[in-house]
């Protein structure tokens, strides 16, 4: 099984740059939380979340083209290959998420982005961040933009949840860790 030190080993020989480090952590913890919504190994989520953009910060124009190969030669199993090329299903891969796993991390990368937005601009950080609030900017296209919406809505349509309850998830599961993910607060800056 892929462990998740595993995958920060393998992960810190292509990724340097803080802010895709910082997402690739938002997306580890919130596919940990939605492992264990599924009963599945959380684990082996969180370091498929943390490999997921392993060729991103070298081959951008190229992403995913440059991961299956190292990865394999790296003894990944395959299924946590595919898990990983799966969440650029429809952009820069043709592998349809198919398990609860890769229809989750489709959805994950692109939602953790508005929720680590939300939480950055609250005085306590991810902390008291609520669905509600989410929601709000969620609907609000101007925040955050860059986050992809219609990906996050058709994740959810295969998850067959709403995007409420995957948010609600994503955040319980980043909330223990708002201090490495630089989501505490300005009151805990203080």
């Known amino acids: 099984?892929?462990?998740?030190?595993?995958?920060?080993?393998?992960?810190?020989?292509?990724?340097?740059e803080e802010s895709l480090l910082l997402h690739e952590k938002n997306v580890c913890y919130?596919?940990?939380?939605?492992?264990?919504?599924?009963?599945?190994?959380?684990?082996?989520?969180?370091?498929i979340g943390m490999l997921h953009d392993y060729d991103y910060e070298k081959y951008p124009d190229e992403h995913l083209q440059h991961t299956a190969q190292p990865l394999r030669e790296a003894g990944v199993?395959?299924?946590d290959i595919r898990a990983i090329l799966s969440h650029g299903y429809g952009g820069?891969?043709?592998?349809?998420?198919e398990t609860n796993?890769?229809?989750?991390?489709?959805?994950?990368?692109?939602?953790?982005?508005?929720?680590?937005?939300?939480?950055?601009?609250?005085?306590?950080?991810?902390q008291d961040l609520e669905v509600k609030s989410f929601m709000k900017k969620f609907k609000d296209k101007r925040f955050a933009a860059k986050c992809n919406r219609e990906l996050i809505l058709q994740g959810c349509d295969m998850l067959g949840m709403d995007i409420r309850e995957v948010a609600e998830i994503c955040i319980a599961g980043m909330k223990p860790h708002a201090e490495e993910?630089?989501?505490?607060g300005e009151a805990a800056a203080l």
């Open 30 to 47: 919130a596919m940990g939380a939605m492992a264990e919504h599924f009963g599945e190994e959380p684990e082996r989520w969180r370091a």
């Open 77 to 79: 199993p395959e299924e």
């Open 92 to 97: 820069c891969t043709d592998v349809k998420p």
């Open 101 to 126: 796993l890769e229809k989750s991390l489709f959805t994950v990368d692109e939602l953790t982005g508005i929720i680590q937005a939300c939480a950055r601009m609250r005085p306590n950080g991810i």
């Open 1 to 16: 099984m892929l462990t998740l030190d595993r995958a920060i080993e393998l992960n810190a020989e292509m990724v340097s």
């Open 181 to 184: 993910l630089h989501l505490q």
